[in-house]
DNA sequence: GATGAATGAGTGTTCATTCAT
DNA sequence: AATGAATGAACACTCATTCAT
């Protein structure tokens, strides 16, 4: 009962905060203005919210699970693929391709949200999601690096091929977040997605073919 | 003639300027608190800087220009080699190399300041010092990019081309920002400057030998 | 509901504005002593003003209100009035006197707010009250001029019969302010008005019958 | 010796003061502002004068000062002429007509310094300096008057008679202020003058011929 | 005669948050 | 589920003035 008034209360909120913090960034973004905005006291806010962090969560939280949720489910198949793999054998970057195209379309499914993270998050809790989001990939390449590499193991890795890892971790995800800031639209994202990939797999075959 | 106070006011205040603006960022940082680190009153802090942005300038305006002024001495360079370029030729990588050391040193000379104008300048007018860099190369790699794919002038390059070139811009800023903030020194960032070069040249050639 | 302690505190704002307002003129009245006095903090005054003009304004923009209101009705009567008039005719000026004495008792109905107005507003957007007072009268007397002058028209106005009219309704205004600022009390102003009165017409008068 | 350079400095802060002055009024005027426009420190500024009320009677002392003498010069001839007044006796309205005519060429002398006194010295020690004006002209006007009244002596004024030239003094100010504050330049005054003369003579004699 | 550094109290205003109702 | 009043600390910034040199 009154269910339909809470969610609508919730979502006006939720609308009129997204449009503030992507107009001033998270710490500039006055809750206040979201609150009239919304034609709500900040009582309500505070019913509903537990603080600002909170709101903001309430704004990018869910597209950020589902994000993270669709590169884990890609980066464990990927894992897979490469257990089978033998120097000297071609890898097939079809798939790579593909599992990207995937998270550029999840990208696009909540456009505003991931740009808000991307550049409006600092001083909220999300403002390091970025880099999260390399730590994250950085096991996975981490497999793929030495068993392209055709070493025995992953603890045969030296320093420098570490470091090198974390970087093209950290570059993969500079891509997606360049893709989306300076695409349009998916389809277009799409389209230059390729280039990209063309770009990522020339530096990796870089480093792995180097001394 | 006063000469010593003054020096000394203005380096207490720029130093624990520095010190707060690093641990909060611009936005949160408090003038007061500056001021009352420095053992200085607010109207003295106002008597040398014009406000909270002309602070932050303080700190970190002169590395700023330094470090622009070698990149565009060593862009510079590049330019006029890239003339004598013909397709099929080898290109002296060295040289590049040499070029990005010179940058990493420069980045290490001023590191506190550079790594506050990475992550705590926003709100300040060098909020988008990182970006700006990147435009500022995106006309030296567009120069090299037309050369080197065999155009007979940068008329011919795609909307692909371009967009690539421009990715490469911010990749290579990137690059910079990620050795400094990931290598405790300027020698360890130096050694891990080559991995990251076999990265960007097979990333280069990747994009060059494509369709 | 609240509607007692609400109203409590925005009364007690209103008495401690009204007195430092009074006390040091708008703009070196300050905030934190308006609010110290009332026993409340800045956040409850930002709660119900908007800015410090705005508190001005609950303190003085009921009453220039309701003063506004007075003339303009009574301004009207007499351009009724002054329509039937043709040059020898005998003017009633009880009329006239009667209306300035509606005015009077306005004013001294809201006396201390209109002294504030007169004396302390400089700064606020009242500043301009009495100067725009004045060009309110002078459309009036504009009207009254010509016909008293047996003109056809209000374009057989010369510039210099504009001036003087002009004055005169400046005069007018001047001399509600004298009376206010002057007499202790309605009824001591009402005597005196009518000796102001006498100084009036026969000022119309002088300037009518004049070249 | 250096009476040059001295006298160079304080011109150029007086002419610095009084653009800022005329700007924005005494109390929002800043010495800082004036220092830097005048291009000298705080410290040569204090050195000259005072304090900022100093500062402002430095810009318009004199010129208040000259144009008080005139007042009273120009007063006591008149005064010297009603003594020889007697009741139905014309009298020669030249002579005050010549004496005001006297004081607006004053004003124009030092137009810019007036209206700075009349609408930018609130704050300052002149911010009384109109209404003293009319204190001063009221012992000339309550001699005038109760002559003219035909009374034996000043002692047979009523409170009436004496509230009425109370006003009628400050009424002459007002017209002063109003001639300098609408008309451009000393000639237009001195042609509006004469209908404001008509105003105030027609006031004088309805006021003596009343009851 | 003039500098320039420094004071320290002050300004209006905004903020996220709380809580009785 | 929501109101609306209130808190209190914090903010960047400005001011007239002083004084050793």
Redesign the interface.
Known sequence: MGNDNTKETVDKLLKSAKKEFTEK?Y??ASLRNICKEAGVTTGALYFFFKDKDDLFRGVVGAPMAELRSVIESHMSIEEEDIKNYSPGMNIDLEDDLAAAAEVVKTLYKYKEEFELVISGS??SSFENAIDDMADLMNNHYTEMFWHMKGYKSKKHMTK?DK??V???S??QV??FV?LLT?CPNEKEAL??LK??F??????????I??A
């Open positions: 960034g710490m500039k600092q001083g420098e470091f090198i974390h970087w093209m950290h570059d500079d891509i360049h300076h389209k230059q280039g990209m063309s770009y990522i797999t020339g530096g990796w075959f870089g480093v073919n180097n």
